[in-house]
């Protein structure tokens, strides 16, 4: 997302003229808030992918491996041997510019760079410098560069501009699936570590949990299970969902986007945030008082931290909490799920939550459905 968001006269009047510059002249421009984050490291390593690190792209040293213009030159060559399609790609094209208008990148950002011809040039300049005697003769002149690290920032940044939609290859008159040529120079950057974020981390989210969004099996039915006695709530029907029921007849699979990128699976009333934890069903009387005034509290903190609630505090301190009502700071030592850290930021505000929610009365106290 941009620094600025544009005004729609702005929008408009984006310009699509070639600069005045040549492109190999044109320095790159990493845009704050236009390029992607950096993969997280340890996502890097779950999937087993090389040279795991902590680097930001703005900054001017990209902790790259010592060796890296090598890896890039060997796996550079390992895909033209592999892929003639690639090879055959790197040389055919006669840049007549057919695809640049078909790009939704370079319409909405008026980037020459972002055209697709001239995205896959980032490449093919490397390779007529490093894989042709034309190239290694004639330098420039025949649109050849060498590896540098300047060269390696602007394929990072343009490679990973592309959505890969491949509209730009049905309108080549070549066939050239300039896709493809995205795909390479991705591949490319991940040899030595320059993933983004975007792609490792759901990735690592699908092996570990098997969606991309991280998601463990039981917060899909702990989401069920709240659903179900809203339901039940509003018609008096209680319904019972079933998972993983064998002959059953209909498999039924929810992408886990549409079920959890809904605002209205998180976002909740603070004062119903108890519902949906399901030990609540061991209490009765004031405790289900003090565990509505706890479990309210943590779900406006989380929203204020911007943290998951179980980092504020974890259910299992919840319940107990409610269970034993403690009116002193020392006896909060005595609760599971409590760290010494809690108790000293938090100890005396959770007292002052129980003592307060004590004195609500009983017709206020809510009602725990069997």
């Given at each position: 997302?941009?620094?600025?968001?544009?005004?729609?006269?702005?929008?408009?009047?984006?310009?699509?003229?070639?600069?005045?510059?040549?492109?190999?002249?044109?320095?790159?421009?990493?845009?704050?808030?236009?390029?992607?984050?950096?993969?997280?490291?340890?996502?890097?390593?779950?999937?087993?992918?090389?040279?795991?690190?902590?680097?930001?792209?703005?900054?001017?040293?990209?902790?790259?491996?010592?060796?890296?213009?090598?890896?890039?030159?060997?796996?550079?060559?390992?895909?033209?041997?592999r892929f003639r399609s690639f090879k055959v790609f790197m040389d055919i094209c006669v840049?007549?510019?057919?695809?640049?208008?078909?790009?939704?990148?370079?319409?909405?950002?008026?980037?020459?760079?972002?055209?697709?011809?001239?995205?896959?040039?980032?490449?093919?300049?490397?390779?007529?410098?490093?894989?042709?005697?034309?190239?290694?003769?004639?330098?420039?002149?025949?649109?050849?560069?060498?590896?540098?690290?300047?060269?390696?920032?602007?394929?990072?940044?343009?490679?990973?501009?592309?959505?890969?939609?491949?509209?730009?290859?049905?309108?080549?008159?070549?066939?050239?699936?300039?896709?493809?040529?995205?795909?390479?120079?991705?591949?490319?950057?991940?040899?030595?570590?320059?993933?983004?974020?975007?792609?490792?981390?759901?990735?690592?989210?699908?092996?570990?949990?098997?969606?991309?969004?991280?998601?463990?099996?039981?917060?899909?039915?702990?989401?069920?299970?709240?659903?179900?006695?809203?339901?039940?709530?509003?018609?008096?029907?209680?319904?019972?969902?079933?998972?993983?029921?064998?002959?059953?007849?209909?498999?039924?699979?929810?992408p886990s986007g549409d079920v959890f990128a809904d605002p209205g699976t998180y976002v909740?009333?603070?004062?119903?945030?108890?519902?949906?934890?399901?030990?609540?069903?061991?209490?009765?009387?004031?405790?289900?008082?003090?565990?509505?005034?706890?479990?309210?509290?943590?779900?406006?903190?989380?929203?204020?931290?911007?943290?998951?609630?179980?980092?504020?505090?974890?259910?299992?301190?919840?319940?107990?909490?409610?269970?034993?009502?403690?009116?002193?700071?020392?006896?909060?030592?005595?609760?599971?799920?409590?760290?010494?850290?809690?108790?000293?930021?938090?100890?005396?505000?959770?007292?002052?939550?129980i003592e307060k929610a004590l004195e609500l009365p009983e017709e206020q106290w809510p009602?725990?459905?069997?």
């Open positions: 997302m941009a620094e600025e968001f544009p005004k729609p006269e702005e929008l408009i009047q984006i310009d699509h003229r070639a600069p005045n510059t040549d492109w190999m002249e044109t320095p790159i421009n990493i845009r704050k808030g236009m390029y992607c984050y950096a993969s997280n490291p340890k996502s890097v390593e779950y999937l087993g992918l090389p040279h795991a690190r902590q680097w930001n792209p703005v900054e001017d040293d990209w902790k790259l491996p010592e060796n890296w213009q090598e890896i890039i030159h060997q796996g550079f060559k390992e895909r033209l041997e840049r007549c510019g057919a695809c640049a208008d078909k790009c939704h990148y370079f319409i909405g950002t008026g980037d020459p760079k972002n055209m697709p011809v001239l995205r896959a040039e980032l490449l093919r300049s490397v390779y007529r410098n490093d894989f042709t005697r034309v190239g290694k003769i004639l330098g420039k002149i025949n649109g050849a560069r060498p590896m540098s690290l300047d060269v390696l920032k602007e394929w990072w940044y343009y490679m990973f501009q592309c959505s890969e939609c491949r509209r730009c290859s049905v309108f080549c008159p070549y066939g050239i699936d300039t896709a493809e040529i995205t795909i390479m120079g991705r591949e490319l950057l991940n040899l030595i570590g320059l993933n983004i974020d975007w792609i490792a981390t759901p990735v690592a989210n699908c092996y570990r949990t098997g969606n991309h969004l991280g998601i463990q099996p039981h917060a899909f039915v702990d989401m069920l299970d709240f659903f179900v006695d809203d339901v039940e709530e509003l018609t008096g029907v209680r319904m019972e969902p079933q998972f993983n029921k064998k002959g059953a007849d209909i498999l039924f699979i929810t909740i009333p603070p004062e119903h945030a108890w519902l949906r934890i399901r030990a609540r069903k061991y209490l009765q009387g004031n405790q289900l008082v003090v565990l509505q005034a706890l479990a309210g509290w943590r779900e406006t903190e989380a929203r204020r931290a911007d943290k998951p609630k179980g980092w504020i505090l974890k259910n299992e301190a919840l319940i107990e909490l409610s269970r034993q009502q403690p009116k002193k700071p020392e006896r909060l030592k005595q609760i599971r799920g409590l760290t010494p850290g809690i108790i000293q930021r938090r100890g005396n505000h959770l007292i002052n939550l009602m725990e459905k069997k």
